[in-house]
């Protein structure tokens, strides 16, 4: 017979264990039938192209399908939330912008959370945001124009994509941190903003770099800097904001992969260790410069401090420029 006692612990060690052991065999047989790759923006978009190129590489390396589902509306929200709602299997993925971390300030009821109802499973890639000007306006780096604007308050315009995007509030943050004036003027989407720009209509344009490059190769916008803490491989003559004597300012549009809340643990560290491997590989990392994006990589953790960070960073941002969706 066996003691009572040894017998409870022993039931005790066995069910503390067993989540461990499903989460591992879950991985062992994973994936074994199709996963949905939701992207909550239209397909031809920068996510979009993003996920497909992540999915086909996905599915040559587990020997599934890795379908991609858009899901647009409401700035992302729809899909998003579509996520945060699917059950934590590993076979509903998303993946989204920064956007993540900026909705949670411009949508007070949000039906997710940005971290309690995802798992970060990896960072796919960045950007910087480019600031540009009009090819008539008199400057030449980030000090004339923040000299011009302190001369002229309120008469420079400046081009976004958007009220609330990542380009906003690089504009935003431009602003308060250079003690400048200039009016903001939003888009809806980064192309027309760029077309404006080129054309004269606006100052001063913060634009993505693949939506800026082709003025700035005919002459019709002049790049002045890129918003990243370090200079980009993807326009690598462009000095930082940073290094216009705006020590801290730092803005990058990523992208990231995330799983719903509940996915095995080593459902996780399976798809972050072929992501990982996939973004390696030089054709991939090709691929991605050539649509203006760096592959970045990396750990679960380290993309949930990205998370974190942009939380706290865009959350002051928002409330102090008083950010709204229009």
């Known amino acids: 017979m066996i003691p009572r006692f040894k017998l409870l612990r022993a039931s005790a060690l066995v069910l503390c264990c067993l989540p461990l052991w499903l989460s591992a065999h879950a991985a062992d047989k994973y994936p074994d039938k199709p996963v949905r790759v939701v992207v909550p923006f239209p397909a031809g978009g920068g996510t979009d192209t993003m996920a497909r190129t992540l999915g086909l590489a996905l599915q040559q390396a587990l020997g599934q399908p890795f379908l991609v589902d858009n899901k647009s509306g409401a700035t992302g929200n729809i899909g998003t939330e579509f996520v945060a709602r699917s059950p934590g299997d590993g076979y509903t993925l998303l993946v989204v912008p920064n956007s993540l971390a900026i909705n949670k300030f411009l949508f007070p009821r ?128 462009l000095p930082t904001v940073q290094e216009s004597n705006l020590p801290g300012y730092d803005i990058e549009v990523w992208f990231g992969a995330l799983a719903p809340a509940g996915t095995p643990d080593a459902v996780i560290a399976r798809l972050n260790a072929e992501i990982n491997k996939t973004l390696a590989r030089p054709e991939i990392r090709d691929g991605m410069e050539k649509i203006s994006y760096e592959a970045v990589g990396g750990s679960s953790k380290q993309f949930a401090d990205v998370i974190q960070r942009d939380l706290e960073r865009y959350g002051a941002i928002i409330s102090k420029a008083n950010i709204k969706i229009d």
């Open 110 to 237: 949000l039906a997710f959370d940005p971290q309690k109802s995802f798992k970060p499973v990896a960072l796919l890639g960045s950007s910087p945001v480019v600031v540009g000007v009009k090819a008539s306006l008199p400057v030449n780096s980030i000090q004339e124009l923040i000299a011009m604007a302190r001369k002229n308050p309120g008469k420079l315009s400046y081009a976004s994509c958007g009220s609330g995007s990542p380009q906003h509030i690089a504009g935003e943050l431009f602003k308060m941190m250079a003690k400048v004036d200039i009016t903001h003027i939003p888009y809806k989407g980064c192309s027309p903003a760029a077309v404006d720009a080129a054309g004269g209509l606006v100052d001063v344009v913060f634009n993505t770099v693949a939506n800026i490059r082709p003025f700035v190769q005919t002459g019709k916008v002049r790049a002045l800097a890129v918003t990243s803490a370090k200079r980009s491989a993807l326009a690598p003559e």
